[in-house]
């Protein structure tokens, strides 16, 4: 861009009549629940902890639109790019000549207005917008000091543009930027053969540094907050956590029950619902148990005898063109130390004729936060029409062993 062209000039005049932006912090937004109850629920937000990013490195005043990028991944003002003469200041680009102003960090721009900051009088009970800003101490400046008042974090509450655009994932470092302003992680530059997917400018070779910062710097509690996890994660990681986090939600596995709750809950409102106990759906750790079960029920649920509240476990059935496939499932997230089971289920063909038994052993009983009646593609029991001599039933021997672990965390019988 050269300097004092009539582009550069209007865009010199919109930082200069923009100011910072800031929104007022939503608390709750009203959202249907479960079941349409139209239950209030906290929309789901990212706490950005170094406002400095949302500065101009050069002039360190808040980043307005237009922010331009150089080919080296710096940011600076519109203000900045013109005093510099389109030059990057950054030691490592000085003394390359990099210039600034030419590409905008389109993203960039997205995430600073995106970003809500507190007001500086939240903690007195004001609710509007804020911005970094001078004010007179509480004792009227009798000394003529000025209390400059900063924000320590803002809120992100759209982290879809921590998301890749292109494959939908967290992004992670290092991200790139096409000369359109477009960005994409480094994979989804390899599959589009670093042809942006925007644009026909290429992507791959410069890189988005601020961005790279931004998301390592967003945390975000898990999704679970609500039910009692206090964790926080840098984006992204906040997944794994999720799959593993004691307090993901478990569903009734009774049909017809749209109960949900964290697993200890889940058992208790179990046991205390559904479980059919003249039956005795109930078991022991390594203690074999006999059970029959009707073909057209398609699932079993057993509980363990542990005062009512101890975990369960479905058996289920799928009609198969070969036969029947048995599956043996606890419902539990997959947290350490939660429904950790093993199990060897077996069965035998009718007392008539020759008798044959077939064993299914599992050196670990898979975790299931929902019962889901697809056919299984693996760890399941298949018995084949020939063996059943047209029951309607399911007679078989099941006896689940509580996994332990070694000094290695290797589970263990």
């Not at 030419?102 to 507190?118: G, K």
């Not at 009692?228 to 939600?249: N, P, W």
């Not at 709750?261 to 208790?268: A, E, K, R, T």
């Not at 889901?372 to 039933?393: A, G, H, I, N």
Request: glycine residues 6%; neutral net charge; contains cysteine.
């Amino acid at each position: 861009m050269v300097k004092g062209t009539n582009s550069q000039q209007a865009l010199a005049r919109e930082a200069s009549c923009s100011c910072q932006k800031r929104q007022p912090v939503p608390s709750t937004v009203q959202d249907e629940g479960d079941n349409g109850g139209g239950e209030v629920v906290a929309r789901r937000s990212g706490t950005l902890f170094e406002l400095d990013l949302l500065n101009c490195p050069v002039c360190c005043h808040a980043l307005t639109v237009p922010i331009f990028q150089c080919d080296n991944g710096h940011i600076a003002c519109s203000s900045c790019c013109n005093k510099l003469g389109n030059k990057c200041p950054n030691y490592n680009c000085k003394w390359l000549s990099f210039p600034i102003g030419n590409y905008r960090c389109r993203i960039m721009e997205r995430v600073v207005e995106a970003v809500i900051v507190p007001s500086p009088n939240a903690k007195h009970g004001c609710t509007d917008k804020g911005e970094e800003e001078e004010e007179e101490g509480e004792n009227g400046d009798v000394d003529g000091d000025v209390v400059i008042w900063e924000a320590q974090s803002g809120m992100l509450f759209d982290l879809h543009l921590l998301d890749c655009p292109v494959c939908s994932n967290a992004l992670t470092s290092p991200i790139f930027q096409c000369d359109n302003g477009h960005i994409a992680c480094s994979s989804c530059c390899t599959e589009l053969r670093y042809k942006c997917h925007s644009c026909i400018f290429p992507i791959g070779n410069y890189p988005c540094r601020i961005m790279e910062k931004v998301v390592q710097a967003i945390f975000v509690p898990c999704p679970n907050l609500k039910h009692g996890c206090t964790e926080r994660f840098s984006y992204g990681k906040d997944l794994i956590h999720e799959k593993k986090c004691v307090f993901a939600m478990c569903y009734c596995p009774q049909p017809n029950c749209n109960y949900r709750g964290v697993c200890n809950d889940l058992y208790i409102h179990y046991n205390a619902n559904h479980l059919n106990k003249k039956i005795s759906n109930q078991f022991v750790c390594d203690r074999s148990t006999v059970t029959w079960m009707k073909i057209s029920d398609k699932i079993l649920v057993f509980q363990e005898s542990a005062d009512g509240h101890g975990p369960l476990v479905a058996v289920q059935c799928f009609k198969e063109p070969e036969g029947l496939y048995v599956t043996v499932n606890c419902i539990a997230p997959s947290a350490p130390g939660v429904g950790e089971f093993s199990y060897d289920l077996s069965y035998s063909t009718p007392m008539s004729g020759d008798q044959h038994t077939m064993t299914f052993k599992s050196p670990e009983m898979k975790r299931i936060q929902k019962v889901s009646f697809q056919t299984p593609e693996k760890d399941f029991m298949l018995v084949p029409y020939y063996f059943q001599d047209k029951r309607v039933s399911l007679k078989m021997n099941i006896c689940i062993h509580r996994l332990k672990k070694d000094e290695r965390g290797i589970s263990i019988r």
